[in-house]
């Protein structure tokens, strides 16, 4: 079983200072922050693009895990590789050439995820399941954050991580929505390994004690 990873969603961070936030992350000792990137048709909210992520770059080790919720992520993986991306996560849900986007996303150097919305059932993306390096199950419709956790997904977790168990996979499990410590630990009982926490981080009155509670999850 994977270790506990914290990782932030700067959409939850201070949009006139995101480096700042980023920032708060990193002098935490934590390794991974989120980015989330919207294009305002796949989800009806737009955020930011290569540029800014190429920007924090700059001033961060962060590991960058790249959430694209675009129509058409085959034509972003390139800037977004460039722009410092660690970890690229593409949707199912549009039609374009999964496992050849996937593919690119490795030739870029990138580690690469499947993303699944809460509609959409689990045997979408098993067939790349051996193919990647996370699958991120969507714990509220995306578009924005401060959204409640769908506690229905749970069963959906539980599913793809006996796939992974029954086909000896090591692919990371990570949630994104909703979570705080509560719904956090109730999704790493059903084997979830990677917790994307917005709004819950960003508030949190100690934020030290928070990134302590999800270690020892
Ligand atoms: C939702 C995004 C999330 C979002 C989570 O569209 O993919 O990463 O930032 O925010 P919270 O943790 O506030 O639900
Ligand atoms: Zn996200």
């Not at 006139?16 to 009806?44: C, K, R, T, Y």
């Not at 690119?104 to 979408?124: D, F, H, M, S, Y």
């Not at 996979?169 to 917005?198: H, K, M, P, Q, Y």
């Not at 960003?202 to 509670?213: I, L, M, T």
Request: hydrophobic share 50%; proline share 6%.
């Amino acid at each position: 079983m994977h270790a506990p990873i914290l990782a932030p969603s700067i959409l939850a961070g201070d949009h006139a200072n995101l480096a700042a936030s980023a920032a708060i992350v990193e002098q935490l000792g934590l390794a991974w922050i989120h980015l989330d990137i919207m294009d305002g048709h796949f989800v009806p909210n737009l955020s930011f693009g290569p540029q800014t992520v190429a920007a924090l770059r700059k001033n961060s080790k962060l590991f960058f895990d790249v959430h694209l919720m675009l129509d058409e992520p085959q034509r972003y993986i390139e800037p977004f590789a460039k722009a410092g991306a660690n970890l690229i996560s593409i949707h199912i849900e549009p039609a374009y050439d999964h496992a050849a986007t996937l593919a690119r996303i490795q030739a870029l150097g990138c580690k690469k995820g499947i993303v699944l919305n809460p509609g959409t059932p689990a045997e979408a993306i098993e067939p790349y399941l051996a193919q990647v390096d996370l699958v991120l199950v969507m714990t509220v419709q995306p578009g924005f954050g401060g959204q409640s956790f769908r506690r229905d997904m749970l069963p959906k977790i539980a599913q793809i991580d006996s796939w992974r168990n029954a086909r000896a996979l090591d692919f990371r499990l990570e949630v994104d929505g909703g979570i705080d410590l509560t719904t956090a630990a109730e999704c790493r009982s059903v084997g979830s390994d990677t917790f994307v926490a917005g709004t819950s981080f960003f508030s949190a009155q100690d934020r030290a004690a928070y990134a302590a509670a999800v270690a020892k999850l």
